[in-house]
Nanobody, 122 residues
Framework: QVQLVESGGGLVQAGGSLRLSCAAS???????????MGWYRQAPGKQREQVAS???????NDADSVKGRFTISRDSAKNTVYLQMNSLKPEDTAIYYC?????????????WGQGTQVTVSS
């Protein structure tokens, strides 16, 4: 089992910045099994969408909507990933969820944090 705890959400004005953190915990075996971690967000009435991800090998991917504004990073020693969000827009308002995934054979297993609210005012 992997437990994910997000922090850093809040209310910010358009153009401002926030830094989200996600700390992963669990047994050593479970932590080592993580293939990738990332951030997803879900706004009211909309589908959950991937914002950014980073693989164990350090390969990152950003959604087009946040490219150039958001940066995902990690501190492997702390088992923590971050999402630096700059130039925030009202459309970034959503609940942001941390994700970690593992693979068991052909089966993908996803772990999710509880979510942290990000609200961007105009």
């Amino acid at each position: 089992q992997v437990q994910l705890v997000e922090s850093g959400g809040g209310l910010v004005q358009a153009g401002g910045s926030l830094r989200l953190s996600c700390a992963a915990s669990g047994s050593i075996d479970s932590i080592v099994s993580i293939s990738a971690m990332g951030w997803y967000r879900q706004a009211p009435g909309k589908q959950r969408e991937q914002v950014a991800s980073i693989t164990r090998g350090g390969v990152t991917n950003d959604a087009d909507s946040v490219k150039g504004r958001f940066t995902i990073s990690r501190d492997s020693a702390k088992n923590t990933v971050y999402l630096q969000m700059n130039s925030l827009k009202p459309e970034d308002t959503a609940i942001y969820y941390c994700n970690a995934n593992t693979w068991v054979g052909l089966r993908r297993i996803d772990y999710w944090g509880q979510g942290t609210q990000v609200t961007v005012s105009s």
